[in-house]
Structures are given as structure tokens and as C-alpha cells.
């Protein structure tokens, strides 16, 4: 079985992050499992001589090239990762899905990737449920979010002489792992931490260069720039007082799902669908990431409740999840 991996391959160098973290581990599962993976280099013939086609993210300009595999009858699934909470793009995919306007709106080129998919493949409940209530058809799967077997194997503690080579204190900081942009919502959480005392120690590429220069105007703000070695990412979080997510929306944020299996203390946003994945899950608290006050409210609520954390820290793995999707091509192409 071969199948054709289409991606936004230029925004994935350019700013890597949870949603090419799960594209390759999705690939490299699919290929454990047998199956043969090439990827889109624009050229039709890569498309013609694979067995199916497989997305990831819902993207308008995908729409194109879906509609030549819909013409030329090749399959094609797509992993969405896609959620909206905002009440007026909302009401525009709702508009656009019933009243069937299409060829001018983004919007509309979403619609047509979706309703032409043999399958999806949302991570939660809670996506599948938004993206079929704009569409037509029922076919889907959902396929958790996974944190990558490599932090799984990571055992080293690089341990506390690794962390005072960076200039903090053992539980004297709280860490923040992500995309340094808006939507991450850095500047509301460095002013929330004003009162406490305590180090932001900001982890991720630099998205917005602009928003990256106002957080780094607060004194407490500390940039370790991009880390992806498992055991210097482990020995942060292991030695963090708090990790810090307020986001303006998550889906659900495969950091905090690595300093969930290592019991720490979460403050997560409660827009997106972050909160299918802990609910288990006692050392938590969701938050109104547009409320500098909300934020530092829970902030002071965890600092002082450090012992929430329960056993219950079990994490969905790969190997399991992408077993999925091989099935499903399966039966798609068998029957």
C-alpha cells in the first residue's frame, strides 16, 4: 500500500511544531506498519501512482489538488486538526454549509475538502463533532493526540546541574512550551505573573517577532528558544513549579500532555478541546485566556495546592492510535 502525504511543508521547517510533531510520528508509524509513505512534490503523477491520499490540516488551498483526486477517482483522508470557537467564523462555516455557496469564500474550499474526504480523522470528540455538523457525509475516526515514543524512551534526568546551567532554580519557574504567537497568549500570562515572583521560562519557535519583542519586555520573561532534545525537555518540566498553557485555543497541546505524564501542576485554557484529554486528571485548572485576572487568579490557586496530582496519567501511544488509520485504509481500499 502506498500512500501520498500532503502537507503545508513550508510553514512545517519554518515554525515545527505539535501539529508536525504528529505528522511524523504518524508517518513513521505507517511505515512500521508497512506501508509504503511519499510525499507531494506537485507533480500529479505522485498522486495517480498512490494507493490513497492522506492531509493534514484543513487548509483552503488543499481543495485544488483534492478536487484532481476526486476527478481521477483516488481516495484521499484527512487528519483536520481543526477547531474554531469564535462565534463569527462560526456562523460563516454554518451559513456556508447549508446554503451551499461556494467557489468565493476560504470557507467554502474547507467545506468541499471535507465533504469529498472518504474519511477524517479529528483528534477528539469534540472536533468530529464541530466538523460534521458543517458537513455532509459521517465518515470519520478519531484518533487521539499522542506524545512521541521518543520522550517515552527519554530516561535521563539531565537533573538539576542542567538547570542552574540555564540560570534558574528548581521549582522556582513555571514553563511555557509553545509557539511564541498571539494565539499562544504569552503576554496576558507574563502580566498575570507580575505578583508572583517567578521566572516565565518561554520554550518554542518565535512566530510573531513582534508579539515575541512585547513579552520579552517583562523582566521575568526568559527565552530558551527551540528545545527538542527528549531529555532536556523532560528535565524542564520535571523541575518546573507550574506549566503554563492559557492559549486563546488548544487542540489540545502535546506539551501539556507531557507535563501531565510527569504529574505536574496544569494551567490550560478552556477554549478548544484540551479538556477530553484530562479527565482523569486532578493537578488542573482551565482558565479564561482573555483574563489577565482569571489567569493570575489560577496561577496563585495552583502555587498553593502543589499536591493535586493522582495517578490516573496514562497517555494514548502511537502505536496504537496510527494502527488505526492503517485499518481504516484498509477497508477503504478492500472493502
Excluded at 511543508?9 to 508517518?27: F, L, P
Aim: aromatic share 14%; glycine share 4%; with cysteine.
Amino acid at each position: 500500500m502506498k500512500v501520498c502525504i500532503i502537507s503545508d511543508i513550508y510553514a512545517s521547517y519554518k515554525n515545527r511544531g505539535g501539529v508536525e510533531e504528529q505528522m511524523e510520528n504518524t508517518i513513521l508509524y505507517l511505515k512500521k506498519n508497512g506501508v509504503e509513505v511519499v510525499y507531494y512534490d506537485y507533480d500529479p503523477q505522485t498522486i495517480i501512482n498512490s494507493d490513497i491520499v492522506h492531509f493534514f490540516k484543513s487548509l483552503y488551498w488543499y481543495w485544488p489538488i483534492a478536487e484532481f483526486c476526486v476527478k481521477i477517482g483516488k481516495p484521499y483522508v484527512i487528519t483536520p486538526v481543526f477547531y474554531i470557537s469564535d462565534f463569527y467564523n462560526r456562523i460563516q462555516y454554518r451559513i456556508i454549509s447549508q446554503f451551499k455557496i461556494r467557489g468565493l469564500f476560504k470557507v467554502a474550499c474547507i467545506l468541499n475538502l471535507w465533504n469529498n474526504a472518504v474519511c477524517l480523522f479529528p483528534n477528539t470528540s469534540a472536533e468530529e463533532k464541530q466538523i460534521l455538523s458543517y458537513t455532509n457525509h459521517h465518515r470519520s475516526n478519531i484518533v487521539l493526540n499522542c506524545v512521541s515514543d521518543e520522550f517515552f524512551d527519554a530516561k535521563i534526568d539531565l537533573g538539576q546541574e542542567y538547570i542552574r546551567s540555564l540560570g534558574l532554580q528548581a521549582n522556582e519557574y513555571l514553563l511555557n512550551i509553545a509557539r511564541i504567537e498571539k494565539r499562544k497568549n504569552q503576554l496576558r500570562l507574563v502580566k498575570a505573573m507580575k505578583e508572583i515572583g517567578m521566572k516565565l521560562v518561554l520554550v518554542g519557535p518565535i512566530g510573531d517577532k513582534k508579539y515575541f519583542s512585547e513579552v520579552m519586555k517583562f523582566k521575568n520573561a526568559i527565552y530558551l528558544g527551540e528545545i527538542w532534545d527528549p531529555s532536556e525537555k523532560i528535565t524542564l518540566i520535571k523541575y518546573s513549579r507550574l506549566f503554563v498553557l492559557p492559549s486563546l485555543l488548544e487542540t489540545p497541546g502535546i506539551s501539556a500532555l507531557e507535563a501531565k505524564y510527569y504529574k505536574k501542576n496544569i494551567l490550560l485554557t478552556k477554549i478548544g478541546v484540551g479538556e477530553e484529554y484530562f479527565k482523569d486528571y486532578q493537578g488542573i485548572r482551565y482558565v479564561n485566556p482573555l483574563s489577565v485576572r482569571n489567569i493570575k487568579q489560577n496561577l496563585f490557586y495552583l502555587l498553593d495546592n502543589t499536591s493535586l496530582c493522582n495517578d490516573k496519567n496514562q497517555l494514548p501511544r502511537y502505536k496504537d492510535q496510527i494502527k488505526i488509520i492503517v485499518d481504516k485504509y484498509n477497508i477503504l481500499l478492500n472493502g
